[in-house]
């Protein structure tokens, strides 16, 4: 993993999230508080390292159940597609809990337009950098406001060899 890469990628982010009051931040020493987080973020290194890779980012394919197991409730797999819009190709259940049902759908259909551009500028960064992202959200979302969180995004390519897939892995709490 390229650390400088990670650095960066917290760096805008902090900087973007700060200029527009968001209340989230990424953390640069991507210091887990869950060791679920820091287990995947381990097993991605290895992949991202590994025959399954190309240019330090892995194969979406190169993860099977087992090595998703224990946060595959938690997990969201978001795809860039051809119209620059973000689609979710996955919605674990503890996620579906949350917010509903977004597998298939746009996040321009499920989340109000000041949302879909902060989660947009995330995704598109995990893209850039390409890198992995530790963020610590306050939710301002009407059916998270309740909650914080502790985000992995993960970059991922897709079957065809194109870095267009963001894994998200998300814990959320009730707020303290």
């Known amino acids: 993993m390229d650390i400088k890469k990670v650095r960066e990628a917290a760096d805008s982010y902090n900087k973007r999230a700060q200029a527009e009051g968001w209340q989230s931040r990424s953390d640069p020493d991507l210091a887990f508080g869950r060791q679920a987080l820091s287990d995947l973020l381990m097993v ?43 689609r979710y190709r996955f919605f674990g259940t503890e996620m579906v809990r949350l917010l509903g049902e977004y597998t298939g759908k746009y996040l321009d259909e499920v989340l109000p337009k000041e949302h879909v551009t902060r989660w947009s500028f995330c995704y598109d960064l995990t893209l850039a950098t390409p890198a992995p992202m530790r963020l ?7 059916k998270l406001e309740y909650y914080d969180g502790e985000v992995l995004q993960l970059p991922a390519m897709d079957d065809n060899g194109a870095v267009t897939l963001v894994m998200g892995i998300t814990f959320v709490r009730p707020k303290i």
């Not at 980012?57 to 119209?83: C, G, Q």
């Open 44 to 86: 991605w290194d290895e992949k991202a390292s590994s025959e399954h890779a190309v240019g330090g980012v892995p194969k979406r394919s190169a993860f099977d159940a087992r090595s998703l197991k224990t946060v595959l409730p938690y997990l969201t797999i978001v795809e860039k597609t051809d119209a620059a819009r973000w």
């Open 136 to 142: 610590m959200v306050g939710y301002q979302l009407a």
